[in-house]
């Protein structure tokens, strides 16, 4: 009990806004809203069209965003071949780079690259997907990201079903002793599914409707850190 306390000390609690919800005629004053919010860091959302039925931006808009804003960069790949695509995103001003289990690469290698160029590395799996599929390389990166929605649009519904597997992943990164080991979950987050989430042991938290569509994103934000706070349990 006493080391838990110590750990869940250690522990942030972040708040990531999700790009894909802001206005695209004005992506460069969606990024400094969510940072005038009080954002840890911007969440950017790359599709292409392949691995998810949908599109977005390229290394384009990370670079804008990079020179926009200075709060950390949080790219996720939902592309099938990060191992073509990953360094332009690093060269953009990724601060964290997110590649799914799920893509038609030697998904081991890439990570191992991404953390070689000197970003933040996660491994991020589908719905659908068993935690025990990111077990073999969990020692690799700085972060599990667990989607809570099929990954390609913004503004669906959270499912709850993937709770027991956030638990699971952090209940093996406990067991391996990856005490400062970031679990995100993606999709879906509100006040109510962020502390869920919280609960399971999710400790950043990407939200893209809920808060772009706040009428006051910097409460909406402010208290979204809170309810996951208190409901964090390592
Ligand atoms: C979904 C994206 C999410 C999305 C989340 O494919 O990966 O980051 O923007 O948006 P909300 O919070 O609206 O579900
Ligand atoms: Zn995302």
Redesign the pocket.
Known sequence: MRVCRVLFRAMKINILP?L??ADFGHLAEGAKMAEDAGADAL?L?VMDGHF?PNLTIGPQVVKMARNTVKIPLNT?L?ISNPDQLAQSFIEAGSDTVQIHIEAECNVPEVLAYIRNQGVRVAITLNPGTPAEMVFPVIEQVDEVLC?T?N??????SFMPEVLPKVRAIREKAKELGLNNMDIMV????NFETGRECAAHGANRF?????LYTADDMKATLAELRKVTTEAFVL
Not at 186 to 189: E, L, R, Y
Not at 206 to 210: D, H, L, R, T, Y
């Open positions: 999700s894909l919800s969440h959302d998810v996720h939902m989607m929605v990954p390609g649009f913004g503004g669906q993606d999709g879906g987050i990407v939200a893209g409707n809920f």
